[in-house]
């Protein structure tokens, strides 16, 4: 039910329940004043007929004296007069009333109205005088004065309802706008304002309004802005993934074609000068310098062999981290014995997934690489954990704790892009009770899948 039918419907019941009790009130009150009237009025009546009466007999017969005085008399308010001989019959009555002639009340009003007073009679010698109180003109005044009420109170309702209908449109043309204006935001049109109003109250919420909608459209401003950053940052770690796919298939290629190519070539070469210097016929000389050659060319091999191992671990074929950072621990107390490295692997890290295994071997390669660089460190800790959803690596050292300075470094910083693109996050910095601290974190996505 809209607003102005409600208001008009109240206000309706308002004035219906008004009218009821002044209804009550005003017929209450003009049956109590007729009463009173026609009482009055016969009471006077009664006096006057009854004087008349006493006199009458004194000044000849009765009924002629009695009959000639009514006859001057005529009308009396509010009172019938008959006057009956002995024998019955009816000698005179008076005139009926001109006043508002022919109109009469309606019934049921004239029932309620009625004023109770009975008829009075009084007796005469030869005649007899019936005085019956006649309030049919008191309760006619009492109906056209209601109804005239009653036509005042109707003109005043029409014209109060139409001027509250007509208030109402006036009042809420801004609420249409309001509507109008929320219509268009559900539609996705946030640029819309609404004018100012004259009236306080709605002036306030069409400036709210004006307020949501310049929020809304900042915001839909600002998730497009966030889309487009995010497709850009999604190109963007795709980019990365497919560069760093790029570098290990180049870094399998170069360990490959080491392996297979120069490591061949030069067991060729250790082999050759090994039996040269075996040679009979070789003399002490040529012997010293093949055995050198062969020297040399074991030393190349197992170079070439470590390259090669760095380059692309073969346990990263099998996508086990754990077995790959064992491997490089060896490694790295075999080359470096005067800095402790401790690593702990806590968790099952046998499968998870080429890319998640590189991300993190070549994170603590590059780490460890580091240490050496910069670190001047005793000890190394790699904390190594695997849970359902995440894998954290904590590689920590007890060194300078250099901070990090601006520069074309290039290695935690690729370290950070390979495990964003991954969806995950690295920290590094100095540690305050002294060394560095990395730590990377990359969540595991099922069956080894990045996003
Ligand atoms: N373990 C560490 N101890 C002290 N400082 C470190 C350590 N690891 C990194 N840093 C500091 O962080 C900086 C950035 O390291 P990052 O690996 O990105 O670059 P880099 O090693 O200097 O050069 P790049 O790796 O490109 O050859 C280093 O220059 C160094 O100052
Ligand atoms: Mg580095």
Redesign the pocket.
Known sequence: MSLRLRLNLLLGLLNLGFLATLAVLTTSNMRASIQEEITAAHRVTVQLLGTAAQTSSLMGPAPAVMQNFLQRLGRVRANEIRLYGTDGRLRYVSPPSHYKEGRVAPGIFVHLMRAHIDKTLIDLPGARLEIIPDDSRAVLDAWDDLTILFLLWLAFFVTLHLALLWFLRHLLRPAEALLGGLDQLAHGNFSVQLPPSPVAEWDELTSGFNTVAVALQRGQREQRQLALTTQALTENREVTQMIEAGIEAERKRLSRELHDELGQSVTAIRLIATSLARHRDAGPELAANAGKIAEIAAGLYDGVQRIVRELRPAVLEQSNLATALEEIAREWRTLHPEIGLQLTCTGDCSELGEELTLTAFRAVQ??L???L?????RQVEIAVTQSDEILTLD?R?D???????P?????????RERAVALGGTLE?C?VATG??R?MLSLPIHPKGKNP
């Not at 660089?373 to 460190?377: E, S, T, V």
């Not at 520069?407 to 370290?415: E, N, P, V, Y």
């Open positions: 590059e780490s690489t580091n240490v660089k910069h670190a001047a460190a590689i050292d060194g300078c704790g250099a901070p990090s300075q520069g074309t470094r290039r290695g935690l910083a690729g370290m590094a100095p060394g560095f990395v």
